[in-house]
Structure formats: C-alpha cells, structure tokens
C-alpha cells in the first residue's frame, strides 16, 4: 500500500472517513472522494475559525466528522468524485481529440504543399525539355533550308558539274 | 507523416488538469457534433474507473 494511504489511515483512525471513503489501494473514485471530502473538512474549519476567532476543539471536530460519516453523505462524496473523474476524462478527451485533429490538418497541409512543389517542379523540367525539342527541330529547319539554297545555288555551276559527274564516273567503275 | 490516435498525451492531460483548476469546461466546439455527443453522452461508472486505475498501476 503506498506509504501516502498508510499515513492517512493512521492519522484517522479516530473516526472512519477514509476507510469507508476508501475501499481498496485501486479505489481511485475513493480516494477522489476522500480529496473532496477533505477539502470540505479544510473549508468547514476556516468558517469556524472566521465565525468564532478560534480553532475548533477535538469535539467540535469530531461533530464535523460525525455529520459527514453518515452512508449518505459517504455516497454524496463518491458520487460527486465520480462526476469530477467524468468531467477530467471528458476534458482530456476533447483536448487530445482537438489536438489529433490539428495534427491531421497540418499533416494535410504539409501533403498538399508538397504536392504542389513536386508538380511545379515537373512542369519546369517538363518546359525546359519542350524548348530544347523546339530547338533542335528548327535549327534543323534552317540547315536544310542552307543546303537546298547552296544546291540551288551550284547546280548551274560548269566547274560542279564536271566534278560531279567525274565523281559519277568514278563511283560506277 | 500521418499520425495515429492511440491513448491520451501528458499535454492533453496537463490541459485537462488545468481546465478543472480553472474551473472552466474544454472548448469542443472544433470536435464533429457526433463526437462531442458521444463524449458527453459518455459516463463511466466508479468500476470502471477504478478498473483502468488497477491496470495502470499494475502497468508500472
């Protein structure tokens, strides 16, 4: 049992509070229960210090005690430390949950920023390849546009001709 | 990377933790209508509680 519930046990064990407040070293709701309970403890006694400008003695305490040992104020206790458990889970729940979501949506964000890098950069590769395509189809416009305009030029050309069909003549024997 | 909901954070609980101090109710509002229902609709009971309590005490 931790050394916390055995000193509590042993500081009350005038009256039953904690024991029946308490049912087990797992009796979480329990041990809630007994926080509020204390907490009451706590307030009631500042009252009566405010109200009557002294502490209380060992038998007022012991009324305190007495009102808030009965069954029902016992179950008031549980009862309202369950609905504070309640409340915590339900607020860690929401936290988590919010956060999860915030999560997902820059992890979305990330995912549809990279996407539209990875597409802007295809499209520029993409660009680069469609002009060196674009360039080498016209500069080999303009090169044969030079050769038909020599052969025009050189076909009337005497001292061609005679090369030409020396070579003609070569080739064939 | 895409991250997957397995069990409440440290920081979730400390934002809890701080809520109950304060006094004041988590903002589900960013949550689905259907979710918030579910979680508010949601009570555990003292066994329930105090049997997820055991496990994660036995746990370590």
Redesign the interface.
């Known amino acids: 049992m931790p050394e916390l519930l055995v000193r509590a046990k042993y500081s009350m064990s005038k009256h039953q509070t904690f024991t029946k407040l308490v049912t ?7 041990m809630v229960a007994y926080t509020i309970y204390k907490n009451e403890k706590l307030d009631w006694i500042g009252k009566f210090k405010e109200k009557n400008q002294r502490e209380p003695n060992a038998n007022e305490i012991e009324q305190f005690n007495l009102s808030t040992d009965s069954e029902l104020k016992i179950q008031h206790f ?1 009862d309202l ?2 609905d ?18 915030t ?2 949506r820059d ?1 979305a964000i990330i995912q549809s920023t990279n996407s539209l890098a990875n597409a802007s950069k295809k499209g520029f590769l993409h660009g680069v390849s469609e002009n060196v395509l674009a360039g080498i189809i016209g500069a080999g416009i303009v090169t044969l546009f030079q050769i038909g305009i020599w052969l025009y030029q050189v076909k009337d050309n005497p001292e061609f001709k005679k090369q030409a069909a020396e070579q003609i003549q070569q080739t064939a024997n | 990377m895409k991250m997957m909901f397995r069990s409440v954070s440290l920081a979730s609980i400390r934002k809890a933790n701080q809520n109950m101090i304060d006094g004041k109710k988590s903002d589900a509002s960013g949550l689905p209508v259907s979710i918030q229902q579910d979680i508010l609709n949601r009570r555990y009971s003292a066994q329930e509680i105090n049997s997820a309590y055991a496990r994660a005490v036995s746990k370590g």
Do not use: P, Q
């Open positions: 087990s070293d797992t009796d979480f709701v329990g549980r430390a369950e504070r458990v309640n409340d915590f889970i339900d607020s860690a729940t929401i936290a988590e949950l919010t956060e999860y979501k999560r997902l992890d």
